[in-house]
């Protein structure tokens, strides 16, 4: 890969190294298409049971709690997922490595489209989980070994808005799908994308050059400031307060994302009483905004990068500012009833929880060694998925021991915004980078 590297930029007869460069530039940008794809199917592939949820319950005789359960089931093996593929992406090829993942997504998938009691349900959801556990990680290495250190923020934001795009496209496809043919049906056409976004794949991606640069401890720091060496303890690495604060961040961060996908389209029919077209309608905004959202933010923290200010500031304070506000405006729609004030509330908070993703994730990468960067996000996403564990289970306990399901559903959200807060003041006060980049790089 160095001597791929050096191909790239230096000067030959017949060609300028500028030249050279378009070509990369080009294939970059196609390889961050195919990882929106790759996200986007992911997570569409999160969404589908709780679009199908009604219709599941119903089917199966399910209660909200035992469907807090299923809804759980998928991150149970996240984690695990989330640190093998890590470990596996310093090994394997990144084009054969997501090559698998997505196969084995279609997998899961595939079973769902007949018919299925409730053990084989949380099965293929524990499947498709450790699938895709450390698919966001993955695409994040991969997405930042075709960027140099500065010009990070974008494209993982781009990354991320995949993420806001999938539900957008599969909420209202899905819930016409169900409503139509059967719930059974819409794990069938996310089998069938799953298949389609492999072989697309295998025949447009990989990891680029930046892999060899961030090789010799050029990668996070050499635009960015100190030069991290090439290899730091885990131990270490985790001790710092960029790692422990970002990871308390994405961990509260990811309750909030991980209870939008499962139980906000119950929500809004059993909550809040809107019919199936319109939850399905309305279930796309919030990821609609955020998709906007990750991007512009992302282009905020390269812009203010350019202009000097620090890493701290466009890669720390920035996405804990807004994880924070999202909290505030989890508990303001939480105690608001049906309406268009509650639905602003409720797209202005998924749009702040999501938004500071990406440049969150450029911010770890600067200060994790490239040859640790695929290790290092699969735990950081091994930790955060936990709050994908527990988030529906007490949303679904509390949603039972209400009143009514829409005082249930209150109270749960309630619990979530104060979770949110919690964690993002303590990301504020630990997340800094490039301190944190100057003492691993004096080592």
Known sequence: MAVEQQEVSAPEPGGTAAGRAAPVRRKAWIVLALLVCLMLVNYADKVVVGLAGVGMKEELGLDDSQFGVIQSSFFWLFAVGSVLGGWLG??????????????????????????????????????????????????????????????????SSIVVAGAGIGPLIAAPVLTWVILNYSWHAAFAVLAICGVVVTVLWLIGGDSGPEDAQGAHGHGAGAAAGPV?????????????????????????????????????????????????????????????????????????????????????????????????????????????????????????????????????????????????????????????????????????????????????????????GITMITGAVAALLLVNPARDAAKLSSV
């Open 228 to 416: 991290l060496p090439e290899r730091v303890p885990l131990r270490r690495l985790f001790s710092t307060g960029t790692l422990i604060g970002m990871s308390l961040l994405f961990f509260v961060a990811y309750a909030n994302t991980s209870v939008k996908v499962s139980w906000l389209p119950l929500y809004l029919r059993e909550g809040l009483g809107y019919d199936a077209t319109t939850a399905g309608n309305l279930v796309a905004l919030p990821y609609l905004g955020s998709a906007i959202a990750v991007i512009l933010v992302g282009v905020l923290s390269a812009a203010l990068t350019r202009r000097g200010v620090s890493g701290r500031l466009t890669r720390g304070v920035l996405p804990g500012a807004m994880v924070l506000a999202s909290g505030v405006c989890t508990i303001a729609f939480s105690s608001l009833d049906r309406g268009v004030p509650q639905m602003v509330l409720l797209v202005i908070s998924s749009c702040l929880n999501s938004a500071g993703y990406g440049v969150a994730f450029a911010g770890l990468a600067d200060v994790v060694p490239a040859k640790q960067r695929g290790a290092v996000f699969g735990i950081v996403t091994g930790v955060y998925s936990l709050g994908g564990i527990v988030a529906p289970l007490v949303i679904g306990k509390l949603v039972d021991a209400g009143d009514s399901v829409a005082l249930g559903y209150g109270d749960g959200f309630m619990v979530l």
């Open 90 to 155: 310093g090994k394997i090829r990144a084009r054969w490595l997501l090559a698998g993942i997505a196969s084995l997504w279609a997998l899961s998938l595939a079973p769902m489209a007949a018919q299925v009691g409730f053990t084989t349900i949380v099965a293929c959801r524990v499947l498709l989980g450790f699938a895709e556990g450390p698919t966001t990680a993955l695409a994040m290495q991969v997405a930042h070994s075709w960027f140099p250190a500065h010009k990070r923020a974008i494209p």
